[in-house]
């Protein structure tokens, strides 16, 4: 692959991940962050002085609108990966000036997602069970998480945005959605003012039953889905690695940062699955949808 120059704005966790699998890749990579930790303090100096082809947004989700709004204003027009999810709230999107624009959701480049969709091969299901927990207090080590950007409304947090891999890659694999019901809210137990467990009963166009769980609680961590076809029944384990399908298990070992250096290379090149910045904005309207019907107590439909 040719080396390009990147900017990667924002310095928490997730942007020095993307910092260092783009410096693994072979391309020079300039940061931004508001501390004093990055090459630069603002987005329109880096760019000024990297002249990059490729920027990845990876602030608080609630602070992605006034990147790419500062990011355009920069006079940038290349390629721009957002990290999940894309905003904050559903809203209009303007029209921006880049060159593309796609989500960072690594997860359908996971090996095991991989090869789960080539296996699915467009197919409908009668049934589909994704659930997704991992205890916040394990995320960022030696961090307090209730000072961290997923404990808080404000910053965009909350299991519908920090889990929302799963409604992307049901929405690739089985959507669109045609309704949606949910349960959950905030137990306290992890003393966050944020919604920290969820379950989701969706219609979908390839299958007429799909739930999804979500929490902030699970102590020993676990991503799965299961789907139930007429003569297979696959479950997809991403932790563990392995393929399950009639019982039968296939290994797919992964890399820790395999997933994004394969996103980074779609995205740059233009490749699929990417996720689009169309396919983004609906994850957005699942999540608003969802927040809907959890406020209501009633199905809420497409």
């Known amino acids: 692959m040719k080396s390009i120059n990147a900017v990667v704005v924002g310095l928490g966790s997730i942007g020095q991940r993307h910092a260092r699998v783009l410096k693994e890749l072979g391309h020079g990579v300039t940061t931004v962050s508001r501390r004093s930790d990055g090459d630069y303090t603002t987005i329109a100096s880096a760019i000024a002085a990297a002249r990059p082809e490729y920027t990845v947004i990876a602030t608080e989700t609630s602070r992605h609108a006034e990147s790419l709004r500062l990011l355009a204003e920069a006079d940038f027009r290349g390629s721009v990966l957002v ?113 920290d467990h969820l379950d989701l009963l969706l219609q979908m166009t390839r299958s007429q039953t799909v739930h999804v769980h979500m929490d902030y609680l699970d102590r020993s961590g676990i991503r799965k889905i299961r789907v139930n076809l007429p003569e297979e029944t696959i479950e997809a384990d991403i932790l563990g690695g392995r393929l399950t399908v009639n019982g039968k298990v296939r290994e797919y070992p992964s890399a820790r940062d395999e997933s994004y250096k394969s996103m980074h290379v779609a995205a740059i090149n233009g490749r699929t699955p990417i996720c689009t910045f169309t396919e983004g904005l609906a994850v957005m309207d699942l999540i608003d949808a969802s927040e809907r019907a959890l406020q209501s107590g009633m199905w809420v439909s497409a």
Not at 109 to 124: D, I, K, N, Q
């Open 83 to 195: 990290e999940k999810p894309l905003f904050a709230h559903a809203a209009p999107a303007p029209a921006y000036p880049f060159a593309s624009l796609v989500v960072g959701y690594n997860l359908r480049f996971h090996p095991v997602m991989t090869a789960f969709a080539e296996l699915l091969g467009g197919r409908s299901a009668i049934t589909v069970s994704a659930y997704v927990g991992q205890d916040l207090r394990d995320w960022r080590p030696g961090r307090d998480h209730r000072t961290t950007a997923s404990a808080t409304q404000e910053a965009g947090g909350g299991v519908l945005r920090d889990l929302s891999h799963e409604l992307d890659y049901l929405l690739w694999l089985f959507g669109p959605w045609r309704r949606v019901a949910a349960l959950g809210g905030s137990s306290g137990a992890r003393q966050v003012d944020v919604d």
